[in-house]
């Protein structure tokens, strides 16, 4: 069975640094495709980040140059973070992994951890 735990997140100033993680079990992040999504207050879920399992990461427009999405194989474990946040990046944020190394296929959803970014 896939779990995915998010943690991280909470109240960060604009400008500041933001993290979050999501520890995988039951699926090897190493070797297949994890993503990031988050979810604006009011708005649909918004893709942000793939972490292929062979490849690079792909990053939306929205945060292209200021997200990194990295990930530890020795804990299983994906990362996403800024050292340069903005209020609109208040919002829910999900891991997913995906059923097929090149990110198609069925999703797994983590419980997603709340990021409010004050002004």
């Known amino acids: 069975e896939v779990e995915l735990v998010e943690s991280g997140g909470g109240l960060v100033q604009h400008g500041g640094s933001l993290s979050v993680s999501c520890a995988a079990s039951?699926?090897?992040?190493?070797?297949?495709?994890m993503q990031w999504f988050r979810q604006h207050p009011g708005q649909g879920r918004e893709w942000v980040a793939d972490?292929?399992?062979?490849?690079?990461?792909v990053y939306a427009i929205s945060v292209k140059g200021r997200f990194t999405a990295s990930q530890d194989n020795t804990k299983n474990t994906v990362y996403l973070q800024t050292n340069s946040a903005k209020v609109d990046d208040t919002a829910v944020y999900y891991c997913a992994a995906r059923r097929n190394p090149d990110c198609t296929g069925s999703y797994y959803w983590g419980q997603g951890t709340q990021v409010v970014v004050s002004s």
């Open positions: 972490i292929p399992g062979t490849g690079v990461a």
């Open positions: 039951g699926y090897n992040v190493t070797l297949n495709c």
